[in-house]
């Protein structure tokens, strides 16, 4: 199936495009709800993630503690790494098992850390990207979240660079500050009737002229 790697930095709004994608009948598999789904409480991860970080990792609900390991991951990247090898195994197989059984206009991977994984470029026919500038994902993530402006900026540095996602791109849909909800649909309707050709042409083959 003629497939896309959605991603953005965090507060780029790649899931409300995500959101529309699926509405429009594009087949969705988000790596961020099979990653929060692996570390529910009795999830796959849990007890993987028990063994290596010990039980102040897991919350009293029995899900991870994400505020502990947030805390952890964005300070130590030899944490980072420990939790990726428990997680990044997991979140494959489940996202393999995913795209055998769906079906859909084209199929859209969204992924966080498309660029700095390497191992989607292959794997996808073109990356889009959901692009603003770092002020607006800072003042975005704080309304919704509460964190505070330097957690944030933590977790961005631990991401890819704006210029690095945009050098990669396909695709870009810009969210800005002065972007409203009808213009980012309206650029995500006008990428949707791309792909969605794309996927046409992409079922019937190359065209041979004589």
Not at 109 to 124: N, Q
Request: aromatic letters at 4%; proline letters at 4%.
């Amino acid at each position: 199936m003629f497939s896309i790697g959605l991603t953005g930095g965090i507060g780029s709004g790649k899931t409300q495009v995500a959101d529309w994608l699926a509405e429009w009948g594009a087949a969705v598999i988000d790596t961020d709800q099979i990653a929060h789904a692996l570390t529910a409480a009795g999830g796959p991860a849990i007890e993987p993630v028990r063994q290596a970080f010990g039980p102040a990792s897991i919350a009293a609900d029995g899900s991870l503690d994400r505020a502990w390991m947030r805390e952890r991951v964005f300070s130590d990247a030899s944490v980072r790494q420990r939790l990726e090898a428990i997680l990044h195994p997991l979140i494959d197989q489940a996202v393999r098992d995913r795209a055998a059984h769906t079906q859909g206009l084209y199929r859209v991977y969204v992924v966080p850390l498309l660029v700095e994984s390497g191992r989607w470029r292959d794997r996808v026919d073109r990356i889009c990207v959901v692009d603003c500038d770092p002020a607006t994902q800072i003042r975005r993530v704080q309304s919704r979240s509460g964190l505070t402006p330097e957690a944030i900026e933590r977790i961005m540095s631990a991401q890819a660079a704006r210029g690095d996602r945009l050098a990669v791109a396909d695709d870009v849909i810009v969210n800005d500050g002065d972007t409203s909800l009808d213009m980012l649909r309206q650029r995500s309707r006008q990428c949707h009737q791309l792909w969605c050709d794309l996927a046409s042409r992409s079922l019937r083959g190359p065209t041979i002229h004589d």
